[in-house]
């Protein structure tokens, strides 16, 4: 039962322009999220995180969104730019207990054309 | 950067023999963490560990064995390696409340 679905295995967005990638979770008690990114040959790399207290948080060119009321988040890149391409995952994770266990969804592969 | 380096970065064994992989950490973070990255899976948690001798399975343990004897190094062994688990294997550290820094990664393939 995959309880984070990226549900576009890739996404190819010309440079310049804005790239929205999405995921979809199922379980109601997360109530933290991340995107994570992931160059090849490299370990995932922290992007950006937002509360579940929160529907917007903005770092630089990079936005989630969240929709509780769909169980949906999106990251927004804008503009793009050729080093953005990369593999994002988005994570999520339930109140803080000790450990953190993230959920990790599949994956979307981003790809920024010239 | 947190800190973080694995070892090996690649490894090539033969089914039924035991691996064992090194994470290592340098600021002294509490809780560490081994995931597995598979095409179509995402990253799944295998073992976490809250400390010294503390450790506990997290979603895809089976076949799998962890040990945190010093609070900078976490070993994750493979018994007896299996091509189902040739994969890519992040090793991972908390950093604050929510977020996890990974390490570069080690490529096993079992044949």
């Known amino acids: 039962d995959q309880q984070v679905k990226q549900n576009s295995p890739s996404l190819s967005v010309q440079e310049g322009r804005i790239s929205i990638l999405n995921c979809d979770y199922t379980?109601?008690?997360?109530?933290?999220f991340l995107w994570y990114k992931k160059y090849p040959a490299e370990g995932p790399t922290f992007l950006i995180s937002?509360?579940?207290?929160?529907d917007k948080n903005e770092d630089g060119r990079f936005t989630v969104f969240l929709n509780k009321s769909a169980k949906h988040l999106s990251l927004h890149i804008v503009p793009s730019q050729p080093g953005d391409s990369a593999v994002y995952f988005c994570?999520?994770?339930?109140?803080?207990?000790?450990?953190?266990?993230?959920?990790f969804g599949q994956g979307t592969r981003l790809t920024i054309n010239p | 950067d947190a800190g973080i380096t694995q070892s090996p970065r690649h490894k090539v064994t033969e089914t039924g023999t035991p691996v064992t992989l090194r994470c290592h950490q340098t600021?002294?973070?509490?809780?560490m963490y081994w995931y597995r990255q598979d095409p179509g899976h995402g990253l799944r948690l295998i073992h976490y560990?809250?400390?010294?001798?503390?450790?506990d399975k997290g979603e895809v343990s089976d076949g799998y064995s962890v040990s945190r004897s010093k609070t900078e190094d976490f070993l994750l062994t493979l018994e007896s390696a299996t091509s189902s688990q040739t994969s890519v294997y992040f090793c991972?550290?908390?950093?604050?409340?929510?977020?996890?820094?990974f390490g570069p990664g080690t490529r096993l393939t079992v044949t």
């Open positions: 379980n109601s008690m997360f109530d933290y």
């Open positions: 560990s809250y400390g010294v001798k503390d450790t």
């Open positions: 600021e002294n973070h509490r809780y």
């Open positions: 991972a550290i908390s950093v604050g409340a929510y977020e996890q820094y």
């Open positions: 994570a999520a994770t339930t109140p803080p207990q000790g450990a953190q266990k993230l959920v």
């Open positions: 937002i509360s579940s207290i929160k």
